[in-house]
Nanobody, 123 residues
Framework: QVQLVESGGGLVQAGGSLRLSCAAS????????MGWFRQAPGKEREFVAS????????YNSDSVKGRWTIYRDNAKNTVYLQMDSLNPEDTAIYYC????????????????WGQGIQVTVAS
């Protein structure tokens, strides 16, 4: 199994930045992609971005394209989500996930999840 631990969330003013981190441990050799999802109160879990470790390719949702970047540190088995130009609509719980597929953007394509971390953007 893969264990994922998120960090870096918190409260930020609109227009500000945060960087989320997701550290993976355990059977990391079974991971071929890692990604981020978010879930706001009363809404479904939404795909944010994913990184294909085997292909080296990135997938972003339209809502964050041009504002946020996903990248990884191989040596640390960690994936990061750099979030710039935050706005109140970005307020949600953010989840890190790992997938055995090399391309993954849907929740069912991921089989390991972190506990989630709160991001709150104040107007």
């Amino acid at each position: 199994q893969v264990q994922l631990v998120e960090s870096g969330g918190g409260l930020v003013q609109a227009g500000g930045s945060l960087r989320l981190s997701c550290a993976a441990s355990g059977r990391t050799g079974s991971m071929y992609a890692m990604g981020w999802f978010r879930q706001a109160p009363g809404k479904e879990r939404e795909f944010v971005a994913s990184y294909s470790w085997s292909r080296g390719t990135i997938y972003n949702s339209d809502s964050v394209k041009g504002r946020w970047t996903i990248y990884r540190d191989n040596a640390k088995n960690t994936v990061y989500l750099q979030m710039d130009s935050l706005n109140p609509e970005d307020t949600a719980i953010y989840y890190c996930a790992a997938s055995p597929n090399d391309i993954a953007t849907k929740p069912y394509e991921f089989d390991a999840w972190g506990q989630g971390i709160q991001v709150t953007v104040a107007s």
